[in-house]
């Protein structure tokens, strides 16, 4: 009898607006009619929205041919977080047809499942792209049975690379740790701050000063930090003049403020880690989350994703800039999953017009794009697991 109700609703709903449209003579009242009815009609998640970029900024950059080399010598991995396709073409269309993207000459596609669901979340997404494994939503750094398994960047640090996170989240938060920390769950920030300690890496910068320095066991973090050799900046307008080497920035107590309060942090962050980590003659890996993309997904915020991706892929433009001039780099951009399921509904690619809907509040289960450009882009064309980047990742590396 319920059924019998439902459909009988969407039958006259149905009705209702057919005869709406069919009885305005005016082709935009129409439309009007129609949009007033699904709207009111609708949850909260699948309203259409609407967004207008301003000025589009420069995404052109002149990449010559990939090197056929034995190894790579450095690689930076960019990882949008939440970021599908349509977070993508969103913010192609806001910029009025034009990303730094759009320059990658290969273009694959990862899936992003879990060890234990259909959906990731992304403490599973990272690790697998860290370690090479699948493993439980929530997870750190270890796999299904909870065993810690090294990371891409410890691997880097034995072969004598440097090595550096960069995040506009804290610094704790489940992507940049899941390339550091080994933890049971996602949620042990203390935990997985007291882990950085336990490492070689050479720079990490994003927010999440509370977790070093407030804490239950009462160490303060940052000290021990100073003495094995760090500078610690806790503002981040201290970033752009350092010239040292060894650098832990903790630039907000909890997560950087979104975008564009923080103004140009992660693109300037980006530059300033490349600049640090490649005096190393040995090479580096960086791994740089744009990390509010996934936010506002959540959030069902389109202006939200537009505005982070936006800040991400002027980001992912610093690392192809350095990667067009080093021909011994590779780049690799790609997501942990993607947020919000997005939906494309109509715009305007010369105004920078996006209409878009969100299908849900949480992560989705659709691929995600990876692209590459450098020596051995070749691996990341196709279709594979998420955990395959890793392995592509150790073949460039020769490790």
Same mark, same amino acid.
């Given at each position: 009898?319920?059924?019998?109700?439902?459909?009988?609703k969407?039958?006259?709903?149905s009705?209702?607006?057919?005869l709406?449209?069919?009885?305005?003579?005016d082709?935009?009242?129409?439309?009007?009619?129609?949009?007033q009815?699904?709207e009111q009609?609708?949850?909260?998640?699948?309203?259409?929205?609407v967004?207008?970029?301003?000025?589009a900024?420069?995404t052109?950059v002149d990449?010559p @041919?990939?090197?056929?080399l034995?190894k790579v010598?450095n690689?930076i991995? =960019?990882i949008?977080?939440?970021?599908g396709?349509?977070?993508v073409?969103?913010?192609? @269309?806001?910029?009025? &047809?034009?990303?730094f993207?759009?320059?990658?000459?290969?273009?694959?596609k990862?899936?992003?499942?879990?060890?234990?669901?259909y959906?990731?979340?992304?403490?599973?997404?990272?690790?697998?792209?860290?370690?090479?494994?699948?493993?439980y939503?929530?997870?750190i750094?270890?796999?299904?049975?909870?065993?810690?398994?090294?990371?891409?960047?410890?691997?880097?640090e034995?072969?004598g690379?440097? @090595?550096?996170?960069?995040?506009?989240?804290?610094?704790?938060?489940? *992507?940049?740790a899941?390339?550091?920390?080994?933890?049971?769950?996602?949620k042990?920030?203390?935990?997985i701050?007291?882990?950085f300690?336990? *490492?070689?890496?050479?720079?990490?910068?994003?927010?999440? =000063?509370k977790?070093? *320095?407030?804490?239950?066991?009462?160490?303060?973090?940052?000290?021990?930090l100073?003495?094995?050799g760090?500078?610690v900046? *806790?503002?981040?307008?201290?970033?752009?003049?350092?010239? &040292?080497?060894? =650098? $832990?920035?903790?630039?907000?107590?909890?997560?950087?403020?979104?975008?564009?309060?923080?103004?140009?942090?992660?693109?300037?962050?980006?530059k300033?880690?490349i600049?640090?980590?490649?005096?190393?003659?040995?090479?580096?890996? =960086?791994?740089?989350?744009?990390?509010?993309i996934?936010?506002?997904?959540?959030?069902?915020?389109?202006?939200?994703?537009?505005?982070?991706?936006g800040?991400?892929?002027?980001?992912?433009?610093?690392?192809?800039?350095? $990667?067009?001039?080093?021909k011994?780099?590779l780049?690799i951009?790609?997501?942990d999953?993607?947020t919000?399921?997005?939906?494309?509904?109509s715009?305007d690619?010369?105004?920078?017009?996006?209409?878009a809907?969100?299908a @849900?509040?949480?992560?989705?289960?659709?691929?995600?794009?990876?692209?590459?450009y450098?020596?051995?882009?070749s691996?990341?064309?196709?279709?594979?697991?998420?955990?395959?980047i890793?392995?592509k990742?150790?073949?460039a590396?020769?490790?």
């Amino acid at each position: 009898m319920n059924r019998f109700r439902y459909f009988g609703k969407l039958f006259f709903l149905s009705i209702f607006v057919i005869l709406s449209s069919c009885g305005s003579t005016d082709g935009e009242g129409s439309e009007k009619v129609i949009l007033q009815k699904v709207e009111q009609q609708s949850s909260d998640h699948d309203k259409v929205q609407v967004f207008t970029g301003g000025p589009a900024y420069e995404t052109k950059v002149d990449l010559p @041919t990939p090197l056929e080399l034995s190894k790579v010598k450095n690689i930076i991995l =960019l990882i949008g977080d939440g970021t599908g396709p349509a977070q993508v073409y969103s913010g192609k @269309t806001a910029n009025k &047809g034009n990303i730094f993207l759009d320059n990658f000459p290969v273009i694959g596609k990862s899936k992003t499942n879990s060890s234990d669901d259909y959906v990731t979340d992304s403490a599973a997404g990272a690790t697998a792209l860290s370690v090479g494994e699948k493993t439980y939503n929530g997870a750190i750094g270890v796999g299904p049975n909870g065993n810690p398994l090294k990371t891409i960047l410890e691997m880097s640090e034995e072969k004598g690379l440097s @090595t550096g996170l960069v995040a506009t989240s804290t610094i704790t938060h489940a *992507t940049p740790a899941s390339f550091i920390a080994h933890q049971p769950q996602r949620k042990m920030h203390e935990e997985i701050a007291a882990d950085f300690l336990k *490492t070689d890496i050479d720079l990490f910068l994003g927010g999440g =000063l509370k977790f070093f *320095t407030d804490r239950k066991d009462g160490r303060d973090l940052t000290q021990e930090l100073k003495s094995k050799g760090y500078s610690v900046l *806790t503002d981040v307008n201290q970033l752009k003049g350092y010239s &040292g080497y060894k =650098l $832990a920035g903790l630039f907000a107590e909890d997560e950087m403020p979104k975008y564009p309060e923080r103004k140009e942090f992660l693109p300037e962050a980006t530059k300033k880690a490349i600049d640090i980590l490649s005096k190393n003659d040995k090479g580096f890996f =960086l791994m740089v989350e744009g990390s509010q993309i996934d936010w506002g997904g959540h959030n069902n915020d389109l202006a939200y994703v537009i505005n982070e991706f936006g800040d991400f892929d002027r980001a992912v433009g610093v690392a192809l800039e350095f $990667a067009a001039n080093n021909k011994e780099t590779l780049v690799i951009v790609t997501a942990d999953h993607e947020t919000g399921g997005l939906s494309l509904i109509s715009g305007d690619i010369n105004k920078g017009r996006v209409e878009a809907s969100f299908a @849900t509040g949480h992560h989705t289960a659709v691929p995600v794009q990876v692209y590459a450009y450098g020596p051995y882009q070749s691996l990341f064309q196709g279709t594979y697991e998420n955990t395959a980047i890793f392995s592509k990742m150790k073949e460039a590396f020769g490790f």
